[in-house]
């Protein structure tokens, strides 16, 4: 059987400069769409209708191809904010903003008033006032920095030393930062399933952090042979979860399944992310650390 | 003896994997039992050839979600008036509200008392102002009900679900991090439009007298309403019968005896018990009409009947008030069942803030969608393993490391999937996150340990892999906090759907570090020390 193995990165070719420069461009660059975003929209990402409030349909339509989206805009005299197609069970998820009423939608296919909406068969919705939207934002943006604050401070009881700390905390940050970021440039909402992606990039990203540091910490040998044992390891383990989650999200997203989709895109973000962050960004400040930073 | 011993953790994943085979397959599993610690999502019957127990995502129905309108005024003194005086009182200076809309609740052991409104269009402001207009010294006024209310509003709207006939359904409440309570009502397989029609009625049934009386100063005739019969009179509920021979679907009844005197009294006083019976035309002619019987329900006329004669007779004869049965008719065969629910389960206390500008959320998902994400998530999840298999053996090229590791992996999974039939816990498409979360760790793990027992060489001694493990397993130790740290907010936070994911993702992670993790490490001990 063949097996591959993780080449040896010759990190002494590169200064500690050159090798965080990298991951803190791209990470400026991810907090400056962020702004970007908030400061034209108003929030740091762009809402689902879980957190905007609105209503959800997804609607089987009886209309030859390419005539779908047509007789769902038939249909409806309300105005529709999305139509998606999922292209596995040939049904069509159609969003509506948070001003129009969840009943009389619902009437409209149950009760069709017209030849469009006789087309149309329901097969799921769900509908979220804006004030419940508003609560779970909240509760969804606490509940990030809480983890975020709970996990910072793991790390700092654990390593009992600021820099390699704040290396795996900053990396940890901007894990998830880039996703975030990401999602603006691709449209992709924030909903229930990004939420959850996001925490667990918490867990997630610093493992391969935590196992870094720990070699070069906390193991006999030299910082290079460390770096690359940590790194034989790490980088297994990314690459695995990485590859677990990009055909999660093929699949998922082939079947619909958007709870599923949602946590399986944003992992594959922050997981490359974090290929970067650590064997970079982290790497470098641990190396200032060690030749330098532990001198003084 | 000693290897026994030294293999405790092999026996204990053994022992835990044939206890969660039993759970999911065996017949002694706690499927179906609703007290499951999953209290977002209770509802769901075991389907299939296991004990699991799935939620609505999973097999199909409706949800709803939504707080109770009311506003409630603490620390009320009512001086020396009863709770109906201050409610009367209240009302009146309230608009457009009755005094059956507002509850004054006497001071119990742990609160002080108080008035509550439970209509909309009513703010904490216009209480005050009502309460200080009324004369009632008060407290704070707030938005929300008192607990009591809650508890009286999910009790009636578990029973309206029981009396439809809509079996695993369930009612509660639930509440968020930031104090507000909400109702959280699951109907499996139902219609969102049917269930909502059912709890969003408040259901107060009323029965009212029509009649016309003549004006003594002007002559002219003028028709008043009155009061007859309420929720709590009757004492026997038939079930709803489909109309025959001319008859209207109806509902039969029995008032109680101490009211039928009185029923029977004001029928006769107001003419719609008269002789030859009465004839209504309430619908065309309300001002032209001959005395009327009204069934009111929240406010509105559902229908209006005039009395047979054969029972005008027996009302003036005195005769009925030893028998007391009645009918209640209505249009149809629906409102009758509708009617014959609201009279059995009463009216809810308070009504649920649902509908146009309501503060609730609902979902439908048809059973075969539900179906279908139960196949699709579980070829999802079998993909998503091959994936990892395939990148494990790859890396090590040897099925004795990548093997053992794939079938560890998929132990946490039958083990988590084992305690959530005990549990008897819904799975939903979160909970199969949290699983998908679990396979990630745990692989992230397993690698870890691999390496770390591989490293440099062969594993010799017994010593050089219990030490290796010992550095491995503080990794895995720091690593297992941090995810627990994470999702803990999710799991205490009642964020709705994703308290699954939480709870599983760090169920898994436990298990994973407690249990099948070390074992999977003994399991490369034993296959490469005894070369």
Known sequence: MVAFDVPEVDYTRYTNRQLAAVPLAVLALALLVIVATFATTGAPVALGTEFSGGTEMRLAVDAPDGQAEQVIQQAFDTEIESIQSIPSDGTYVVTF???????????????????????????????????????????????????????????????????????????????????????????????????????????????????????????????????????????????????????????????????????????????????????????????????????? | MGTLRDNWRVILLVVLLAGSTVALFGSIGGAGDDQGIGNDTAVGASQGPTNLVYGLDLSGGTRIRAPLVGVTAEEVEFGNDSTGQVAQNVAAELQGVDATDVTARQPTQDRAATVEVTTRNVTPDDLGAALDAAGYQHGDVRDGVTEETREQTVAVISNKINQAGLSGGSAQTVSTSTGEYFVLIEVPNEQRADVLELVSQQGQVQVEAYYPVENNSTGDTEYRRQLVLEQGDFQDIGNPEQGQQGQPPNVPVVIRESEAGEFQRTMVETGVASQGGTFCTYDENPNGTQPCLLTVVDGEVVYSAGMSPGLAEDMQSGQWESNPRFILQTSNYSEAQQLAINLRAGALPAPLDIGPGGAGTSSYISPTQGENFRMNSLITGIIAVLAVSGVVFFRYGSARVAAPMVLTALSEVVILLGAAAWLGYPLDLAVIGGFIAVIGTGVDDLIIIADEVMAEGDVKSRKVFQSRFKKAFWVIGAAAATTIIAMSPLAVLSLGDLRGFAIFTILGVLVGVLVTRPAYGDILRTLLTDR
């Open chain 1, 97 to 296: 903003g948070p001003g129009t009423d969840p009943a009389q939608l619902e009437q409209t296919v149950v009760n069709p008033p017209n030849d469009a909406a006789q087309q149309l068969e329901l097969v799921s919705l769900s509908t979220v006032s804006a004030s419940f939207a508003g609560d779970s934002q909240r509760l969804a943006l606490g509940g990030i920095a809480v983890a975020f604050l709970g996990m910072s401070l793991l790390v700092f009881a654990l390593f009992r030393t600021f820099v390699p700390s704040i290396a795996v905390v900053l990396s940890a940050f901007s894990d998830i930062v880039i996703p975030v970021a990401l999602m603006n440039l691709l449209g992709i909402e924030l909903s229930l399933g990004t939420v959850a992606a996001l925490l667990m990039l918490i867990g997630y990203s610093v493992d391969s952090d935590i196992l870094l540091n720990d070699h070069i910490l906390r193991r006999s040998g030299d910082f290079y042979e460390s770096t690359y044992r940590a790194m034989r390891t790490g980088v297994t383990m990314t690459l695995t979860s990485l590859a677990a989650m990009v055909v999660m999200t093929i699949t998922a997203t082939l079947f619909g399944i958007q709870l599923l989709s949602a946590i399986g895109i944003i992992l594959v973000f922050g997981l490359a992310a974090d290929l970067m962050n650590t064997y970079l960004l982290n790497l470098s400040l641990l190396r200032w650390y060690m030749y330098e930073g532990v001198k003084r």
